[in-house]
């Protein structure tokens, strides 16, 4: 090589290219005291940059940082969180927790086996339980009416079906707003 | 309650992990690990001890706000200097920023001032005259890098700094490869040249 080193090819050196394009650099600079003087120039700067220390921002900053920061935890990591929380530290706790868990989780699987495997069965017995609910609460409902308004308005409102029922609702709802208007009017004029 | 791990000794990926499933000490971990580095980055960027404090929570917000659409493919040290790098830069655009040195800014009026504008440059262990040699070559390259123009002061610091490839420098900055090579040659010769009268 009859020449200098260009710019690029004193980078490529600088930064340990390696190949055969570098071979040829390489053995000028050995020879070439104004090369290697320039070499050894952009080496030391490199070093300089190189020796520059990271600096510690305040000793507060992660704090800072970590108090605007929306921690967010799936359902699934808080849900298993939770369990675990319910499990002992010791390991006779755990072993005694994870007895009763599986016994529990057993029963809960034969539970819901017996039910899959009787569901008309099951089906029969809610109809009936939701029935029997429903017959004891109009019962009672028509025990109150009675008390509340007489036998003979309860006879009236029960032949009268739906719009009876109406009648009567709207009545109490107007009722009690009046109620209520009268107590707060009554209210003001005494804290005057 | 949640295993306890270790996490100084995982990698990155796998702190991002933990912290997208909402732990608080990987949060801390990933602050620990990075704060220096985006902090310096910023710092040497903008030249101001207190912008570069909001500037790296700008940063280490935007990221930890957002973990959960990091990529694991990617360097997340990457993303954050990708980051770090935006916000200096957008901050530069804002306001034309004074170039101080690193002995405390121009605007400080007291000693205290000074004090907290200041930064030190860690001793390594050398003997006092390389301490004081190398502290002059270390002030005179920090008041070199803040001469340069910012464009070239990131790329310069990513490459050598925090010692990042070319073609990371130019995934982080968004720019061609020959241009983040055309900038950190044009950087060195600067800094080169600026750091001349040291050698003579």
């Known amino acids: ?192 | 309650m949640a295993p306890v791990l270790d996490l100084a000794n995982l990698p990155d990926a796998d702190v991002v992990a933990l912290a997208q499933q909402g732990r608080e000490p990987a949060y801390r971990e990933l602050l620990r690990r990075y704060e220096r580095p985006v902090f310096s980055l910023i710092f040497r960027m903008v030249r101001d001890r207190e912008t570069a404090e909001d500037l790296a929570q700008e940063t280490f917000i935007k990221v930890l706000n957002h973990i959960d659409r990091y990529r694991p493919e990617f360097k997340l040290s990457s993303w954050l200097f990708k980051i770090a790098n935006n916000v200096a830069i957008d901050h530069l655009r804002k306001r034309t920023v004074d170039t101080i040195s690193i002995d405390g800014s121009p605007h400080a009026a007291t000693r205290a001032e000074i004090e907290a504008t200041s930064f030190d440059v860690e001793s390594r262990g050398e003997s006092a005259l390389e301490e004081v040699e190398s502290r002059e070559l270390g002030s005179a390259i920090e008041r070199a890098i803040a001469r340069l123009r910012p464009e070239y002061r990131s790329c310069i610091m990513l490459r050598h700094v925090e010692g990042r490839s070319y073609e990371e420098i130019a995934a982080m900055l968004d720019l061609p490869l020959g241009t983040v090579k055309t900038y950190i040659h044009r950087a060195r010769k600067e800094l080169r040249d600026a750091l001349e009268h040291l050698r003579t």
């Open chain 1, 1 to 192: 090589m009859d020449r200098h080193l260009l710019p690029s090819e004193i980078d490529l050196l600088l930064d340990g290219e390696v190949g055969f394009g570098t071979s040829p650099l390489k053995t000028h600079v050995r020879k070439c005291p104004t090369c290697s003087g320039e070499l050894e120039e952009a080496r030391a700067t490199v070093r300089a940059l190189e020796h520059l220390p990271h600096l510690a921002p305040p000793p507060l900053f992660a704090e800072r940082v970590l108090s605007r920061v929306n921690i967010f935890v799936p359902w699934h990591v808080a849900a298993l969180d939770t369990l675990r929380g319910f499990v002992p530290s010791s390991r006779g706790g755990r072993v005694a927790f994870g007895v009763g868990a599986g016994s529990l989780a057993a029963v809960m699987s034969v539970l819901v086996l017996w039910i899959a495997l009787r569901f008309d069965a099951v089906l029969f017995a809610v109809g009936m339980l939701a029935d029997r609910v429903r017959t004891g609460l109009l019962d009672a409902a028509g025990t109150f009416l009675a008390g509340a308004l007489g036998d003979s308005a309860y006879t009236l409102v029960r032949s009268s079906g739906l719009f009876g029922l109406a009648v009567l609702t709207v009545a109490l709802v107007a009722a009690a707003l009046l109620a209520a208007t009268l107590l707060r009017t009554i209210a003001v004029h005494r804290r005057r």
